[in-house]
Nanobody, 130 residues
Framework: QVQLVESGGGLVPTGDSLRLSCAAS????????AGWFRQAPGKEREFVAV????????????NYADFVKGRFTISRDDAKYTMYLQMNSLKPEDTAVYFC???????????????????WGQGTQVTVSS
């Protein structure tokens, strides 16, 4: 069983940056595709970004939702069992609870990540003021 703990959320003005972290424990993190989702008040949870499993090499592949391309960057450090989401040029519409997630099956295809079963963190609040 894996445990995921997000951190790094907060209140920032429009145009500012934040870096979210997701610390994993309980299994070999490097074997699992991982990513970020978000949920704004009154809206459904939506996919943000994904990074594929690495097997401890550095050949990462990533994919992003259109609304964050060019502003957000996902990365991972498997030696530290940690995944990151660097968020730049934040907008008020980015306000949401951000959740990290891993696929439940190892070695899964990152292009199918948002449609799979996941293990979730508890979420971290990001608020962007206008």
């Amino acid at each position: 069983q894996v445990q995921l703990v997000e951190s790094g959320g907060g209140l920032v003005p429009t145009g500012d940056s934040l870096r979210l972290s997701c610390a994993a424990s309980g299994r070999d993190f490097s074997r699992y595709t991982a990513g970020w989702f978000r949920q704004a008040p009154g809206k459904e949870r939506e996919f943000v970004a994904v990074i594929n499993w690495s097997g401890r090499n550095t050949n990462f592949q990533t994919n992003y939702a259109d609304f964050v391309k060019g502003r957000f960057t996902i990365s991972r450090d498997d030696a530290k069992y940690t995944m990151y989401l660097q968020m730049n040029s934040l907008k008020p519409e980015d306000t949401a609870v951000y959740f990290c997630a891993t696929s439940n099956a190892p070695y899964s295809d990152y292009l199918n990540f948002q449609y799979e079963d996941h293990t979730w963190g508890q979420g971290t609040q990001v608020t962007v003021s206008s």
